[in-house]
């Protein structure tokens, strides 16, 4: 086993890790960086998506990407030098001022605006450029900068600043600049993207900073000399162990739980490590969302993975909050990543290992992702499970309000770009979050009993053993939080290299050199407040909720293996309408739909949207619904269906009630496809009627919002079975054969023979 002696040792290289390392060299002391990942430069980051499982993923072969399932929530992260910054999409952002208002004292906007400042300096931040093919920016910049203005509700839209090396010339772009690909998110092979082993890193070692990749720290206990560090060199296939004065664990939000958990709970050797260690976990709100085949060319491969973000106001209870809306790059790579965390697709990949291979390409090609995060509650708690794993304890229902808020604004934003919008199968059909944000699990405050961590970032009980990454941050930032952590990162370490060195003016020598950077999210955040004033008497930001139930019953003709069999189908579903606000001939928002379906005798649990009137043209199209269905075992699939006019208004309830239905379906291994049609039942038309639900304020508020929804349905309905008439051809009257009868043959009284 190697001994190695020096003043610090660094666990980690991402935003807080990296800030850290090179400070540390720069005030003369000597670091070692211990990195778990391996190093990737421009050119190695892997493309093929076929080799995914081969060669993407840290579980196979130290790849790229490490995806933790955390019982209630997946976590995404990156494994390598320079930590999250490989692969995340280049957003600095400061979060507004009210965010710190929780923090402990000392930790505001105006104490940690100049290490955001020397932050931005060193990632070289500027926002997004002209595409080097157009001269323009991209085109999804511009719609969905169109796409905000047209919400009416409040939001600000801004370029966000990105870590990014830009064309600064006409033509082509030069080595190491942007070639807007966007696949930022897996690493850039053109060397453009400011990742911090670019820039923090490299000081580091520039300044003596040994690095040692590929080493796994699993083991942290006291010594003589300040800490011993226990590690695995998976390249040596031996364990390390370093001795050092200080600490700093930066090995992410869950990496750096994770560990202490361990030493505390399973090695023993921080033993008194406070009770609160694993609180405070939080996904920073995260919720992505698709939008599929949109109205205009967005070419949404092309750019920088973000290229805007949008401040969006919402109403949840009494309080008015608010989160943003991103949109993003959808490559193949990330298109192949979003199906490995489909939970019906892994059996079929182990079924037929050919599918991994698919080309994902053309279906990427026509999607845009849209990425958005919040406040959400922050109460997440990390723990081990029985193999000393990871696992949060999670609770989707306090932060359900955030998430259907995002969900919501997801539907407008593809509504307003003419798309569909999909969400992620694990959220779809396992009510499972993905978060790219891990932040917590080291509470910070004064109480050892209530906190892991000092306002300095030093553990309690244990002298310079500091937490410098995500799991530090004490709350959500609602916004991309890099920006946070690499600024909380540069003040935590400048307080302990004053005290490690005795040096009490020791200050980064970048920050002679950081101007004040400019903050679009303060502009996003103003344009809010001004909307809000601007329509302080007409804009009332409650929703206006309404809620259904309807039972369906019909049968379909399913065709598996060139066999036909027909089988009965029953649909018991719930519907949401999220805000029951909507003029007259416009479509309304997506409703969220859950139930039961019966097929034959399958049972199985339904999730899935509907679209009233989802377009505007006389097509005489009236709903769509949009089904998943599963029960967790054998049987899964997908239901489409339309209900839509067939003769006008003469026909209108019984084309409001008749479904007509295609299935996708698969049952023990077993694939087949069928069409059909099921109908409300009188009863079950009463029975629908019966069952509207009004939300709002008080009964009043709910009372007009079924009111609302009433007249807007039926009104709407009517203007949709007229227009459908309007463009259907001329209908004759059949005239009377009676001689001198003006009427029709309906109209007269007397009895007519055949003409």
């Known amino acids: 086993m190697e001994h190695v002696r020096v003043d610090a040792v660094v666990v980690g290289s991402g935003f807080g890790g990296a800030a850290a390392a090179a400070r540390l060299a720069q005030a003369g002391l000597s670091v070692v960086v211990l990195e778990r990942g391996r190093r990737w430069k421009p050119g190695d980051f892997p ?57 402990p004292d000392g930790y505001d906007r105006d104490a940690l605006d100049p290490y955001y400042d020397v932050a931005a300096h060193m990632l070289r931040v500027r926002p997004v450029g002209t595409d080097p093919l157009t001269g323009q920016v991209p085109a999804r910049t511009v719609a969905m900068e169109g796409a905000a203005s047209r919400l009416h509700r409040p939001a600000g839209t801004v370029r966000p600043l990105l870590a990014v090396t830009f064309a600064d010339h006409p033509g082509p772009p030069r080595a190491g600049e942007c070639t807007f690909v966007g696949e930022c998110m897996f690493g850039c092979n053109e060397g453009a993207k400011n990742s911090v082993d670019r820039n923090y890193l490299s000081i580091a070692e520039e300044h003596g900073a040994e690095a040692r990749t590929l080493c796994e720290v699993d083991r942290i206990a006291p010594s003589a000399l300040g800490y011993e560090v226990g590690y695995l060199d998976r390249a040596a296939g031996r364990r390390g162990l370093v001795q050092a004065r200080a600490v700093f664990l930066a090995a992410g939000a869950v990496g750096t739980t994770e560990l202490l958990l361990r030493n505390r709970d399973v090695l023993r050797t921080l033993p008194d490590l406070s009770p609160a260690l694993g609180r405070g976990f939080s996904g920073n709100g995260d919720f992505l969302a698709f939008v599929s085949r949109p109205r205009s060319e967005l070419s949404p491969q092309r750019g920088p993975t973000i290229t805007t973000t949008t401040i969006v106001d919402c109403h949840i209870g009494k309080e008015k909050v608010w989160f943003q809306v991103q949109d993003g790059a959808y490559p193949a790579q990330l298109s192949e990543l979003v199906r490995s965390l489909n939970p019906l697709r892994r059996p079929a990949r182990a079924r037929n290992p050919r599918a991994r291979r698919r080309p994902e390409g053309s279906r990427s090609r026509g999607t845009m992702a849209l990425l958005m995060m919040g406040r959400d509650t922050a109460d997440g708690v990390l723990t081990l499970d029985h193999n000393g794993e990871a696992r949060v304890a999670w609770r989707n229902r306090p932060n359900a309000p955030l998430y259907r808020a995002e969900m919501r604004a997801a539907r407008q934003a593809a509504r307003q770009l003419g798309g569909r919008v999909r969400f992620l199968p694990s959220w779809v059909f396992l009510r499972t979050g993905v978060t790219v944000h891990n932040l917590g699990g080291a509470p910070m405050g004064d109480d050892p009993c209530s906190s892991v961590i000092d306002r300095s970032g030093q553990v309690h009980g244990y002298p310079r053993l500091y937490v410098v ?47 004040r950077a400019a903050v679009p999210e303060d502009e996003a955040m103003l344009a809010v407040q001004q909307w809000r004033h601007v329509h302080r008497h007409s ?79 006389g097509d005489g199209l009236y709903m769509r619904y949009d089904l998943s269905y599963t029960d967790g075992r054998r049987c899964h699939g997908r239901i489409t269906g339309t209900k839509a006019a067939t003769r006008g208004r003469r026909s209108l309830l019984r084309d409001l009630t008749t479904l007509s239905v295609s299935i996708e379906h698969s049952e023990g291994g077993a694939s087949a496809t069928g069409t059909g049609a099921v109908r409300i039942s009188l009863p079950g038309v009463v029975a629908l009627a019966c069952s509207v639900r009004g939300g709002g304020r008080d009964h009043l508020a709910a009372a007009m919002a079924v009111a609302r929804f009433g007249s807007y349905f ?5 203007r949709r079975a007229r227009s459908f008439e309007d463009r259907g051809p001329k209908r004759q009257r059949s005239r009377c054969p009676c001689s001198g009868c003006a009427g029709s043959a309906r109209s007269c009284g007397r009895a007519h023979g055949p003409a």
Do not use: C
């Open 47 to 103: 493309r093929d998506v076929g080799k995914l499982e081969d060669d993407w993923l840290w579980g196979k072969d130290q790849g790229l990407y490490d995806i933790r399932w955390l019982d209630r929530m997946a976590s995404v992260q990156a494994a390598g030098w320079g930590g999250g910054s490989l692969v995340y999409a280049n957003v600095f952002a400061r979060p507004p001022r009210e965010v710190f208002d929780s923090w």
């Open 539 to 617: 804009y009332d930001p409650s929703p206006r909720p309404v809620v259904f139930r309807e039972v369906l019953s019909g049968e379909v003709e399913l065709v598996e293996s060139g066999s036909t069999s027909a089988r009965a189908l029953r649909l018991r579903l719930a519907v949401e309408l999220p805000d029951s606000g909507v003029p007259v001939g416009e479509p309304a928002p997506v409703a969220s739909v859950t139930g039961v379906l019966d097929l034959g005798d399958a049972r199985a649990e339904v999730r899935g949207d509907l679209t009233l009137f989802p377009r505007a043209r």
């Open 469 to 515: 990454d995500g799991a530090g941050i004490p709350a959500s930032t609602g916004v991309n939080p890099s920006a946070t952590i690499t600024a909380v990162a540069e003040r935590r370490v400048e307080a302990a290299i004053r005290e490690l060195t005795g040096d009490e003016t020791w200050r980064a020598p970048e920050r002679a050199h950081a101007a």
């Open 714 to 718: 039926v009104l709407t309905a009517l």
